[in-house]
């Protein structure tokens, strides 16, 4: 299993950045798919979670209302569309996919076993 992040990038404050993940080698419609980030100093921490179909999808409370979590199964490909960005978004986006097929949602990074390398977001003040 192969994930391989894009998009990221520096922003200014208030600007929007759209961030790409493909996957490859298993049946990517079948797995739940996270984004997570890891800031300076911190752990990672969960950014947004989308279920297998997009019937379930859920936000951290810094992000809601500014970042969409996407999917389409057809490309393989995860989405995270960011808006309004803050100079608090800045740190390394990773994507990261469930360890079973069907799994549910979660925003424990425990939960998920597969994960790519990254993309640096930087948004400048």
């Known amino acids: 299993v192969e994930l391989v992040e894009s998009g990221g990038g520096l922003a200014q404050a208030g600007g929007s950045l759209r961030l790409s993940c493909v996957a490859s080698?298993?049946?990517?419609?079948?797995?739940?798919m996270a984004w997570f980030r890891q800031r300076a100093s911190n752990n990672r921490e969960f950014v947004a979670a989308i279920g297998s179909t997009e019937s379930v999808i859920e936000y951290s409370l810094s992000v809601k209302g500014r970042f969409t979590i996407s999917r389409d199964n057809n490309k393989d490909t995860l989405y995270l569309q960011m808006n309004s960005l803050e100079p608090e978004d800045t740190g390394i986006y990773y994507c990261?996919?469930?360890?079973?097929?069907?799994?549910?949602?979660?925003?424990?990074?425990?939960?998920?076993?597969?994960w790519g390398r990254g993309t640096q977001v930087t948004v400048a003040a």
């Open positions: 080698g298993r049946t990517f419609s079948k797995y739940a």
């Open positions: 990261a996919s469930r360890w079973s097929e069907y799994a549910p949602i979660s925003p424990h990074r425990t939960a998920y076993g597969y």
